[in-house]
């Protein structure tokens, strides 16, 4: 409530896109079931019974759709829970409770967009995937709201699902593996057409028709203030500047200053990873870590090559970092569990007799 408080200051001085969805959802050119696409239509398609039938005014819908973010956070850290098994502290403090309150995720989070109705179904959609035999329903809602926000991350989850599963080390009965397998790719491939359309490529030529694009609306971005030349950048510098500015020397304005500081801790908290370790964990990682980490990365890709301005770079990755978040906590727990279970082998090697004392009792 908090943040919904604040993005609606925020919204009151600056052009905020939040205003065109209320009134495009009082005013509708379309009929309710008419809304239904991909995209900012599926935003007024969700606004609109509330808007036209329970009269929310904005306020209330800021609310509402505020409430979508913070379920978002929610599921995200059920999700943590249930795939880590020790707690993980910095200064005394739960990691995972920390992560859950970054403040430039709740501020992009918190209002009436995009941004709180996808991180609302990827939460979701994570949740679901850790026990998808049980909770098949939420597995459902969170890819029926994630595909029609954002149908690339949705088609990247599945891709990852399906990988993952492959690859993990789960013990599962093989059928299982197999059947899930197949409904992740199956649904990655029935989306394909789909997101072709979305994404505007030629069908015949993707990869070219991705680059023209992406030059395109990357050299569009270029004409506001908060511009990157990413186009120059090779592609570690690239991913950098994806994940990590603004830091503080190129912030664009004061809220630049705030994010640059969340940005360092990212950037702090990531180099964790850096460990001679690393390798053998993400080898033997289950299927929730390969899945996070394949979805993190193959978005991070294509959103390099797309962005060129750091506000909408700030805006877009709030919906994938908490992937990253996930895979560099789990690696630290794995760590930690090591450590526990060496200290634990150790005690008991201490505390056993030796042979010669066993020998030495009296019979």
């Known amino acids: 409530m908090i943040f919904v408080g604040i993005y609606y200051t925020y919204a009151l001085f600056r052009n905020s896109d939040s205003h065109a969805y209320f009134n495009n959802a009082s005013y509708p050119e379309l009929h309710w079931f008419d809304l239904l696409s991909t995209g900012t239509r599926f935003v007024e398609w969700i606004a609109f019974p509330f808007v036209k039938f329970l009269f929310f005014n904005y306020e209330m819908t800021m609310v509402l759709f505020g409430f979508f973010g913070y379920i978002g956070f929610v599921f995200f850290y059920v999700f943590f829970k249930d795939n880590l098994r020790l707690k993980i502290r910095y200064q005394g403090y739960d990691v995972v409770n920390l992560l859950m309150f970054l403040p430039n995720m709740h501020f992009w ?33 969170g890819g029926f709201l994630t595909y ?73 971005l270029q004409h506001a203030g908060s511009a990157v030349d990413m186009q120059a950048y090779s592609l570690p510098v690239k991913l950098f500047t994806f994940w990590f500015r603004p830091l503080f020397i190129d912030a664009p304005n004061v809220l630049g200053v705030f994010i640059s500081a969340e940005n360092l801790f ?98």
Not at 174 to 183: A, C, D, N, P, R
Not at 328 to 350: C, G, N, P, T
């Open 148 to 220: 029609f926000v954002r149908p690339h991350i949705f088609f990247a989850t599945m891709i990852g699902m399906g990988v993952s599963f492959f690859l993990g080390k789960e013990k599962m009965p093989l059928y299982q593996k197999f059947l899930t397998v197949s409904i992740g790719l199956g649904l990655s491939i029935f989306i394909y057409d789909e997101l072709v359309v979305y994404l505007r490529l030629d069908e015949d030529n993707v990869w070219e028709s991705f680059i023209n694009n992406t030059e395109f609306i990357g050299g569009q």
């Open 109 to 141: 989070t918190s209002s009436l967009g995009k941004g709180s109705v996808v991180f609302c179904g990827i939460g979701l959609l994570v949740y679901g995937l850790t026990f998808p035999g049980k909770r098949w329903v939420s597995l459902c809602l």
């Open 266 to 363: 990212y950037l702090i908290y990531f180099s964790k990873i850096f460990h001679k370790d690393f390798l053998t964990f993400i080898r033997t990682a289950p299927a929730m870590v390969k899945m996070s980490a394949v979805v993190f990365l193959s978005i991070s890709f294509s959103m390099t090559f797309v962005m060129s301005n750091l506000g909408i770079i700030i805006r877009q990755k709030s919906m994938i970092m908490y992937f990253m978040f996930f895979v560099v906590v789990a690696f630290l727990d794995w760590k930690k569990s090591r450590a526990v279970e060496r200290r634990r082998k150790k005690l008991r090697y201490a505390q056993a007799p030796s042979r010669l004392e066993v020998d030495r009792l009296p019979s």
